[in-house]
């Protein structure tokens, strides 16, 4: 295992550095944005060009890394992304601020597509658990450092812009001076959505919410932060928060889910999810104690549903099928991802700031409501027969899913059904 963590610390350095840069990055724009006046409406646009980015560049990326390698292709990202940060400092304007978070998404992506297949390329099957929980560590603290960052700038944010920018145009260095060739590289499959809804209804539903969720809480709760008294610097605790909850919850919440039906701790975690954000509307600045509190707990309930409706569907499946099926899954979060901010921001606009967490809060709600249909609908995976629950970060591509030492890689056809499939030749699955 230290081998391969050894092997490895050049791509863990640089994810530190991205992750520090986006989280930055995220805290940044949204205090930016307020002290702009950016109406609410073009602020959740803006935010939700980030994912459309992400969105994007999970479908394309792979294809341009086949034909130009790991190395060039995490170099031009790495430039895209560290231009695009600098423009918003150059230029307050709206418009100009969502098309640069489009590209920033979609070179964050292909970064991202990088480092997950070059771990994957040093894993063995002793060590990719251990791997993968390293590089959820890395994700979630860069991204908490990045956060709290915030409080270093008192000159209207513009060194704080070159701050992110330096941390994501450094993060190419270690890539560059590695020793070794590149890994070969496989786009993983996925499964058409009507496969994806026929193995698991839930997991579709689960990943759309969540996404949508996250990316309220990520695009909007900045201008939430500001709007209720809270500093710069408190609003970057404030997102931390959220952050370090996934790190504090993400591993007993998947040990509960080992150990009892799956869909049940679905249920329990979605409604302290939509509880723990209802609580959090009575605070404000005044109560910030509480506050972090209450976003921590909700980092720590919403984020692990994304591993968790994951694993749900991992327990229909064989070892061969888990890659497609999680790269699907991931495809659905990114797409509840889009349409999250502009669903967060038209709330605020149209019901004013006390109706955010409500709107998240009802996401959670229902979910928890679905969970509840399907445990009427479909029996239980008996908790000895699922599949163990392996965190995976809500930002990963479908490549970090062939980190989990239970997949294999599999080929489908354009139904989303591989050869060996049992299922293919049923008519009622057609």
Known sequence: MFRSIAASWTLFFG????????????????????????????????????YVGIFAGSILVPRILGNVGHVRVFGAMSAIASSAILIHAAFVDPVLWAVMRILTGFSFAGMYIVCESWLNDKATNETRGQL???????????????????????DGGYGLFLLASVMVSIAVVPILITVGKAPEFDTPERL????????????????ALT???????????????????LTNTEVGYFMAAVTLGTLVLQYPVGQLSDRFDRRIVILGVAIVSGLSVLVATLLDANNLALLLICMLIFGGTNFP???????????????????AMASGLIMINGAGAVIGAPIAAMFIEYLGTISFMPAIATLQFLLALFVLVRMRSRSAVPA????PYVAIPDSSSGVAASLNPETEWVTTDEDGFADDDPLKDNPYMK
């Open 15 to 50: 994810l530190l550095l991205i992750m520090a840069g986006n989280g930055l990055q995220v805290v940044l724009l949204g205090t930016r944005a307020s002290e702009a006046a950016f109406s609410n409406i073009a602020t959740g646009f803006v935010m939700a060009g980030y």
């Open 132 to 154: 993968l929980s390293i590089y959820m560590i890395i994700n979630m603290g860069g991204m908490s450092l990045g956060q709290v960052m915030i409080s270093f700038g008192t």
């Open 211 to 229: 996404g949508a969720a996250t990316a309220m809480i990520f695009g909007m709760g900045p201008i939430y932060g500001r709007s209720i008294g």
């Open 384 to 387: 000895a027969a699922q599949g």
């Open 192 to 207: 058409g959505f009507r496969r994806l809804y026929q193995i698991s209804p839930l997991a579709v539903m689960g990943m």
């Open 305 to 323: 549903l994304y591993s968790l409706c994951i694993a749900h569907a991992n327990d229909y499946l064989t070892p061969r099928q888990m890659v």
